[in-house]
């Protein structure tokens, strides 16, 4: 993960739409939470790099800072409590003189009211709150953990936030650089009226050249303060009109910076099936168009939703053994997707990796497969205690994680995977069988842990181009991140063997995910394509009124079929002649 002379391969992260925010506002929690939690662990045990995504500065008073290095693109409304310039470097607004000598009046509106969770944080803004303990967001936000003190307890106090959350700002506990937050005032976060609604909405934003010149100036701040930047990895909303804004971006993205990566993650909220509207054949082609512009644009695409479909008529929602999750909270389902992406990226992300995002890319797009798919185990179900063989050889018949792009379960033999399992200590890595006992699987005989993930993908993907990935660090999932756990679980998500007497906190968790270029991805486009090849999209003449041109969304149909083709195996029959 490191140039020469030990520069870390930079990433910018850019969130587009609210859903992304809500995944965005998860994701840097966890990052935070990680962060501060590094002091705890041993030097040579310290595997992400946070220098990937963070980067460090100066506030106007010299005190240093270390911030995402982020964008994010959201609506009005969407900030709540949360000031657009932050507060980190202060009010950046400059006070500018009243030439008008008559009589003033001053109409002041009430901020909006914060929940429990941020008016703890904004009492722990200066110090040290009434009960001793310390919040991260309370102390100078140096990279050097050694100054902050080992009580950050505040993380892990109580607080019920699925009625109180309505955006996603308001469970956000880290601050972001002025720079980062990108407002479109044109458009509503909520409320019926303004809505950015249509992909060729989103597209519209960036042909309009204040908003083109206002992402342009942001992106050279980021990019000319890195040393080596590795490449963009973008969040966007795929149901509405931000996959026209996503695919402006990768464009942009795609001819200003040449040989850097692009990985973006393509995200759907929970949608409910109570019937067909209108408002589900807008969703279905933002979908498809953004599949298509996003996918292209992209080093490498991946779809990430809870939903069992993207049709018309979404199949339920996935379910996880050990999360007992309300699909219909963004704050919920936003979780298990960040805690997943969380894992997935660690690639490009850990201290000892080759890989960057372009190597990361060109293992998965051979033969145009530039979309994949992802699957987690959150929490990998793994006993308090158990061995990494015991624990994997419960899966021989079938993959122990649950398919998260929509595409149904895996079936057959994936063309390539990159495969990440963290939080297993190292004592627990391989079995340590006693001299002269016999080997329960070949996975027991193994020496070291690596080769035990390692064996285990190759018999169940014979012949699959593999890479795999066992980090010992956890995935810190302390407050504001739900609660919704099985009692099951011990503190550190491991099962117990008998619910305790007493329920306690999950404070971290072991998570595997996969990341695939899978036969299941023809199924799963070819079906959105067919969906929209059968009707007649003209019926939604303000769809394109929006801004994009009939023959064009059929374009973009022809080559969403023409990707799904991509995925086909020699078993699969030909269902050219079906349409």
């Known amino acids: 993960m ?20 809500f995944v965005g506002a998860h994701w840097w929690n966890l990052q935070d939470a990680a962060l501060h939690c590094e002091s705890e662990v041993h030097e040579q045990e310290r595997k992400v790099c946070p220098d990937v995504l963070y980067r460090a500065g100066r ?24 000031k657009q310039e932050e507060c980190l470097y202060g009010d950046m607004k400059i006070d500018t003189a009243v030439a008008w000598q008559g009589n003033l009046m ?94 060729g909405q989103g597209e519209s934003l960036l042909h309009d050249p204040t908003y083109l010149e206002e992402l342009e100036d942001r992106l050279h701040f980021y990019v000319e303060e890195c040393d080596y930047l590795q490449g963009f990895q973008i969040l966007c909303d795929l149901n509405n009109g931000f996959s026209g804004v996503g695919a ?24 409910d099936n109570v019937g067909v509207s209108w408002k589900d054949f807008y969703r279905l082609m933002n979908t498809v168009l953004g599949i298509v512009h996003l996918s292209s644009h992209s080093s490498l695409f991946c779809p990430l939703s809870l939903n069992g479909s993207l049709g018309l008529k979404p199949e339920a929602p996935v379910t996880l053994p050990y999360v007992h999750y309300d699909a219909s909270l963004n704050y919920h389902s936003s979780a298990i997707l ?59 018949l079938a993959v122990p994680w649950t398919p998260l792009s929509s595409c149904g379960e895996q079936k057959d033999s994936c063309f390539a995977q990159s495969v990440v399992l963290r939080g297993i200590g190292k004592e627990n890595h391989i079995s340590n069988l006693p001299p002269g006992s016999q080997p329960k699987s070949a996975l027991h005989v193994c020496e070291t842990g690596e080769e035990v993930l390692g064996s285990y993908l190759h018999a169940q993907c014979p012949g699959t181009f593999s890479t795999s990935y066992l980090l010992q ?29 007493c329920a306690t906190a999950v404070e971290s968790i072991p998570v595997l995910t996969a990341l695939q270029s899978s036969p299941t991805l023809h199924s799963a486009l070819y079906s959105l394509y067919k969906e929209l090849h059968q009707v007649d999209v003209r ?41």
């Open 2 to 21: 490191f140039e020469a002379g030990g520069t870390p391969r930079a990433a910018l992260t850019l969130q587009l739409g609210s859903y992304a925010g």
């Open 59 to 82: 506030t106007l008073s010299r005190q240093e800072t270390y911030t995402p290095r982020l964008i994010l693109m959201d609506l009005k409304g969407s900030l709540n409590s949360l």
């Open 106 to 199: 001053t109409h002041q509106e009430d901020p909006p009211a914060k929940n429990l969770f941020l008016q703890d944080l904004s009492k722990l803004e200066g110090g040290m709150s009434s009960d001793g303990d310390f919040s991260p967001r309370a102390l100078p936000l140096s990279k050097d953990v050694s100054q902050l003190p080992t009580q950050l307890h505040v993380s892990q106090k109580g607080h019920q936030l699925e009625g109180s959350v309505r955006v996603w700002s308001d469970y956000l506990r880290v601050h972001l650089h002025p720079r980062s937050i990108f407002m479109i005032h044109q458009y509503n976060d909520d409320g019926e009226s303004s809505q950015l609604e249509a992909f």
């Open 248 to 271: 402006k971006v990768t464009e942009l993205l795609h001819d200003e910076y040449s040989g850097r990566g692009i990985l973006t993650w393509g995200l759907t909220p929970v949608i």
């Open 338 to 396: 960040a805690t997943a992406l969380d894992t997935l990226s660690a690639p490009y992300r850990v201290h000892s990796s080759q890989f960057s995002m372009v190597q990361l890319a060109d293992a998965f797009n051979s033969s145009g497969r530039k979309v994949v798919a992802a699957g987690a185990a959150v929490p990998f179900p793994m006993a308090y205690g158990q061995s990494l063989p015991d624990a994997l050889c419960s899966y021989q």
């Open 473 to 501: 660090d956890p995935c810190k999932v302390l407050a504001p991140y739900p609660q919704f756990f099985s009692a099951l679980l011990n503190k550190q998500g491991f099962l117990l063997d008998k619910l305790p007497s």
């Open 539 to 579: 019926r939604w003449a303000s769809f394109f009124s929006a801004g994009i041109e009939l023959y064009d969304f059929q374009e973009a149909l022809h080559e969403l079929r023409t990707l799904s083709q991509c995925y086909k195996t020699s078993s699969e029959l030909d269902e050219s002649d079906s349409d």
